[in-house]
């Protein structure tokens, strides 16, 4: 798959790691919006005429390199494992998302583990913060900022599931961590030590979340193949284990899901997420 990949460090500020298309602002079937069923009154062609599809911009303001590492990851090189970042985290959402919406029951697993495990890093990052204020505001007849980039990056995002704004989410919240942990070491109120192990402790779990999502394996799998026992569920359940028996059944999804669909593409339950576009690759693309 052609992605529009950063070709150097200057062009990858401006890397948009993927298409987001949010569903259109009405359920209404197209065919119900006509101007048989509309006011008379109306203007025959307009009303016939539907609104385009939803599109957000959205902007994250990096201020530390720190955080900016998080963003755009590092390739593997000279026997130097790859971490992953929230560009390569943001594609690898896009096919789970879409798989978990035709029934892959093993996306939503995985679905599940990556929520639990960016709520996890979000609430490691609070509590470092709330430990870095209280340093900052006990000093009493000093005023103190909380040290910010003359020159931030502003990384543009679009996302084809919530997950990929979630990770970007946490790494905001990491950037604001280190701006205040500079001001605390640069002002006297915290060791160097101590500000570079709550750095290293406050990232961790963020690269875990993002690297939950490649032990996932696309399979094509519904939650019929996989009750049927069937050999490429048996491969499946080999690469990627079991899966909790309230997962295969459905009565257990992470509260940020879409809604599944049947193979014909009618919705099969409702979640709280609209159903995005189908990501499912083609034959000849599982194939390649």
């Known amino acids: 798959?052609?992605?529009?990949?950063?070709?150097?460090?200057?062009?990858?500020?401006?890397?948009?790691?993927?298409?987001?298309?949010?569903?259109?602002?009405?359920?209404?079937?197209?065919?119900a919006v006509t101007a048989t069923?509309?006011?008379?009154?109306?203007?025959?062609?307009?009303?016939?005429?539907?609104?385009?599809?939803?599109?957000?911009?959205?902007?994250?303001?990096?201020?530390?390199?720190?955080?900016?590492?998080?963003?755009?990851?590092?390739?593997a090189k000279d026997g130097v494992p790859a971490i992953i970042g929230l560009v390569?985290?943001?594609m690898l959402l896009k096919r789970m998302w879409g798989s978990a919406a035709s029934d892959d029951p093993y996306a939503d697993w995985f679905l599940i583990q990556i929520l639990d495990a960016i709520e996890s890093a979000r609430?490691?990052?609070?509590?470092?913060?709330?430990?870095?204020?209280?340093?900052?505001?006990?000093?009493t007849g000093v005023e103190i900022s909380i040290a910010h980039s003359q020159q931030p990056v502003r990384?543009?995002?679009?996302?084809?599931?919530?997950?990929?704004?979630?990770?970007?989410?946490?790494?905001?919240?990491?950037?604001e961590l280190v701006r205040a942990l500079v001001t605390t070491r640069h002002v006297g109120l915290m060791s160097r030590d101590r500000s570079e192990q709550i750095i290293n402790t406050g990232a961790r779990p963020i690269r875990h979340a993002f690297t939950l999502a490649t032990r996932w394996k696309y399979t094509g799998l519904t939650r019929e193949?996989?009750?049927?026992?069937?050999?490429?569920?048996?491969?499946?359940?080999t690469a990627m284990g079991l899966l909790p028996a309230d997962v295969l059944a459905g009565t257990r999804r992470a509260s940020v899901s879409p809604t599944i669909r049947d193979r014909a593409g009618t919705n099969m339950n409702i979640s709280w997420s609209a159903v995005l576009p189908d990501h499912r690759p083609s034959a000849d693309a599982v194939a390649r």
């Open 1 to 31: 798959m052609a992605t529009n990949r950063p070709t150097n460090k200057q062009d990858a500020v401006q890397y948009t790691p993927d298409v987001a298309t949010l569903p259109p602002a009405t359920s209404v079937p197209a065919a």
């Open 37 to 75: 069923s509309a006011d008379p009154i109306a203007d025959y062609i307009i009303a016939n005429v539907r609104p385009g599809v939803l599109r957000s911009d959205t902007t994250m303001l990096v201020q530390t390199y720190q955080a900016q590492r998080l963003v755009y990851g590092r390739r």
């Open 88 to 90: 390569r985290f943001g």
């Open 123 to 139: 609430s490691t990052i609070l509590q470092f913060q709330q430990e870095t204020t209280a340093l900052l505001s006990a000093r």
């Open 155 to 175: 990384i543009p995002l679009s996302f084809a599931s919530p997950f990929g704004y979630m990770g970007a989410y946490l790494i905001a919240d990491f950037d």
């Open 225 to 237: 193949d996989v009750k049927q026992d069937t050999q490429p569920a048996r491969a499946a359940t």
